[in-house]
């Protein structure tokens, strides 16, 4: 039997790896258009600024080695340029040469391409760059040697977040162009403004809800009337599955170019199968067809394909979607559904917010760690959530993908047995906390009011009380409307709170003001804690924030 590869890198070196490990007998063939079948993209950010030293260390395998150790037929700077599905041939150039290959199973991981916005003058521009394969990441090396000192970068997802970082490591002055609310796309707003928080402080400057509008002269024209300074731009909009030889082909594609597959990674061809960043498959939680661009499920897939096609019983389950970057010393990570997706979706949801530790907190050296869950507000089945924080985020995230990839519930999270040691983690782990506020919430324990909700809910005539201590408030700032009761002077004041009006209690992280809420609805009164607290609610909105004395 011939199998014909289309496409190396993560799904289709894991598939023809996994082929030759099943069987001797397989003539496997894997035709590439670019230069290196086996490389680390991930990795190119870091390149950039040194961090990864080493050009060699971004070539995962070589032909030659690829030849000698697994028997494969890698054929570099090879591009398929036509699929006859219904002859079992593709068609293929190298170095002007055409060659007409027969296969029994053809297998396509194309991949994704970058998406280069319609912005006047870009095509046209010497110093745009887009940072998707190791002949692009030399070219952007090439002009940096020059000694460059601006850069901007156009698009805040993760590849934009990190060319950020690694370009002000290298010692330029960044802009960081977004034409959203907040960065990083598949986080929620608040949870990516402790990020971008972080990123600010950093010296980048970073401006949302801004568009390019024309590039010319290294200049960026913006939508707001600005222009910016950059000798270096690099456009990271996103990615789109690139499908155009598929579609040709008669290869029945969807949502956005994405290739349509069955269970078994089955395209609309016989005898063809497909993985990686180019198809759709199932959300697990909504049903719906997706593309999820990321390595992990690429590398899952192009194993699972080739044990289909030698005969085992494998299925395409889907994914959920967990993704992590880093932005100079914070990580942000989540899994599942944000909320703006689930919205979409029309399901129902509540979320809470907790702001816990990396580890133990009395143990030197902990730092906070920022966790959102969504879950469904009867059941308490998980939805999705998020983790910031300089320790441990990527920790308390891969535990709740597995919780959610395998359709637990809040109060499965509380009965998690998860390791402890005081460098390590806490008796009571973030994860298990998360679950007992979500469990009180789904039990009426208690009530909560998003961060987004509370000053709407105060014009309407809600009463805000701050119980954190006077020093706090002094330190940290004020919440706008907020009357302040320390927690353990509450129960004395019980008297001069409304009964007739709706309470709504804050703290700092909203563990106090649970404790506050309990208080006040054991003696009657109406009561919704602040979800997240001042934590969150700063984060969101930190020119709301009320400084006394100039702080």
């Known amino acids: 039997m011939r199998v014909v590869i289309v496409g190396g890198v993560a799904g289709g070196m894991s598939a023809a790896t996994r082929l030759r490990r099943l069987s001797e007998d397989t003539e496997i063939i894997v035709l590439d258009k670019g230069p290196y079948v086996s490389f680390a993209n991930c990795a190119l950010p870091y390149y950039m600024s040194g961090e990864i030293s080493q050009r060699s260390s971004l070539i995962v395998e070589s032909p030659d080695h690829l030849k000698e150790r697994f028997n494969i037929d890698v054929r570099p700077n090879t591009e398929v340029v036509k699929i006859n599905a219904g002859r079992h041939q593709v068609t293929a150039v190298h170095d002007g040469q055409s060659e007409t290959l027969d296969y029994d ?7 994704s391409k970058a998406i280069v916005p319609d912005i006047v003058g870009l095509k046209e521009a010497d110093n745009v760059f887009t940072l998707r394969s190791i002949p692009d990441v030399d070219k952007i090396m ?6 460059l000192k601006t850069a901007a970068v156009i698009g805040a997802g993760s590849v934009g977040v990190e060319a950020v970082e690694n370009l002000t490591k290298r010692g330029l002055k960044t802009t960081l162009v977004e034409a959203g609310d907040h960065i990083l796309p598949f986080m929620d707003n608040e949870m990516a403004a402790i990020v971008s928080r972080e990123t600010t402080e950093h010296g980048v400057a970073l401006k949302l809800n801004t568009k390019v509008s024309k590039i010319a002269d290294h200049r960026l024209e913006l939508n ?60 697990q939680l909504t049903g719906e067809l997706t593309s999820i661009p990321l390595a992990s499920p690429a590398n899952r897939q192009g194993r699972q394909v080739a044990d289909v096609i030698m005969g085992e019983n494998r299925r395409n389950q889907g994914g959920i979607g967990t993704a992590i970057v880093r932005s100079f010393d914070i990580a942000a990570a989540a899994t599942g559904l944000n909320t703006e997706q689930l919205k979409q979706a029309g399901v129902h949801y509540q979320a809470v917010h907790i702001t816990g530790q990396s580890h133990a907190a009395y143990y030197p050296g902990g730092t906070p760690l ?50 402890y040691a005081p460098p390590f983690g806490s008796a009571k782990d973030p994860v298990n906390m998360i679950g007992y506020a979500a469990e009180n919430l789904v039990e009426g324990l208690s009530e909560n009011i998003q961060f987004d909700e509370v000053d709407d809910a105060v014009k309407a005539g809600a009463y805000l009380v701050d119980v954190r201590n006077p020093e706090e408030l002094d330190r940290d700032g004020r919440l706008p409307n907020a009357v302040n009761i320390p927690l353990d002077d509450l129960r004395n004041h019980l008297n001069d ?16 003001s649970y404790i506050a809420e309990r208080i006040l609805k054991n003696d009657g009164f109406k009561v919704k804690n602040l979800d997240g607290a001042f934590l969150i609610y700063s984060a969101a909105y930190p020119q709301r924030i009320q400084h006394i004395g100039g702080h």
Do not use: N, W
């Not at 308490?380 to 998020?386: D, I, N, P, S």
């Not at 009964?499 to 804050?506: F, T």
């Open 142 to 147: 090439a002009e940096l040697g020059q000694g």
């Open 370 to 419: 920022s966790l959102k869950l969504m879950f469904d507000p009867k059941s308490g089945r998980l939805y999705g959530a998020q983790a910031v924080g300089k320790a441990s985020a990527d920790k308390r995230i891969d535990v709740l993908s597995v919780a959610i990839k395998h359709r637990m519930t809040v109060f499965d999270l509380p009965e998690f047995e998860l390791s």
């Open 224 to 283: 707001d009337g600005s222009t910016l300074q950059a000798d270096i731009i690099i456009v990271a909009a996103g990615v789109k599955p690139d499908t155009k030889l598929v579609s040709e082909a008669g290869i029945k594609t969807g949502k956005h170019g994405g290739i349509l597959v069955d269970g078994c990674y089955q395209t609309s061809a016989d005898d063809v199968y497909a993985v990686g960043d180019a198809i759709l498959i199932r959300q």
């Open 105 to 111: 199973r053809l297998i396509l991981s194309p991949g």
């Open 497 to 512: 709170l409304p009964k007739d009006r709706q309470i709504i209690v804050s703290c700092r992280s909203g563990q106090r």
